[in-house]
């Protein structure tokens, strides 16, 4: 599965992105009509623009085809469209070394943080998030978190290799950057709290107040 990205102003992605599955079947029929090879999975959005998923990385042939029906469509304003960026595919990293509760406050590091501090700090430029950040609490003991990110990437993984050991500082804390596996879900147990098993493999009765 790879993706290529149409970079488009706000009021465009939210209006294309209103009929996301009719845009991705007409898009198929219009590259099937052209007789391209290459058909889209889904359509998707980040805050860049809107994200083709295809089958087969792009060609140049695909993304003309594709930057002319996104620039028809309707309600999109052509002239705030920019042209088509070729294929990526999917690199899953992992930050390390977060506070789970922020200092001097009683909130928990949440996706609007997470969102900033990958805008903000200059290792991130030029780096887009597939989806939404995900954050787990490391133990119920230690509060330090863990957030697994997925961005685009290319083929050769560069993006993810320019980031994968770096630091960088939030508050007192320095946060470092690991790569990480797909679905990198960690298992706890709702019946003891504990990491790594699953609450039906747990064989006592007895259930802890978490």
Not at 63 to 70: G, S
């Amino acid at each position: 599965m790879v993706a290529t990205t149409v970079p488009m102003k706000d009021i465009n992605q939210k209006n294309f992105m209103k009929e996301s599955s009719t845009h991705a079947t007409n898009l198929n029929s219009a590259l099937k009509n052209i007789k391209l090879e290459v058909t889209v999975d889904f359509v998707c959005s980040d805050i860049s623009g809107i994200i083709v998923v295809t089958n087969k990385a792009a060609n140049s042939s695909d993304l003309q085809a594709i930057e002319h029906y996104v620039k028809d469509a309707n309600h999109i304003n052509s002239n705030e469209v920019d042209l088509p960026r070729f294929s990526q595919s999917k690199s899953y990293l992992k930050i390390i070394g977060l506070l789970y509760l922020q200092e001097d406050s009683t909130n928990s590091l949440n996706l609007n943080v997470v969102e900033k501090f990958t805008k903000d700090n200059h290792i991130f430029n030029n780096t887009m998030l597939v989806s939404k950040s995900h954050i787990i609490k490391v133990s119920p003991k230690l509060d330090m978190a863990i957030v697994w990110i997925d961005i685009w990437d290319m083929q050769s993984r560069s993006n993810a290799k320019m980031l994968i050991n770096r630091c960088f500082n939030m508050g007192n804390y320095i946060a470092t950057i690991h790569g990480a596996n797909m679905n990198p879900g960690v298992s706890q147990c709702k019946n003891c709290w504990r990491w790594g098993h699953l609450t039906f493999s747990y064989h006592i009765q007895e259930t802890k107040c978490i």
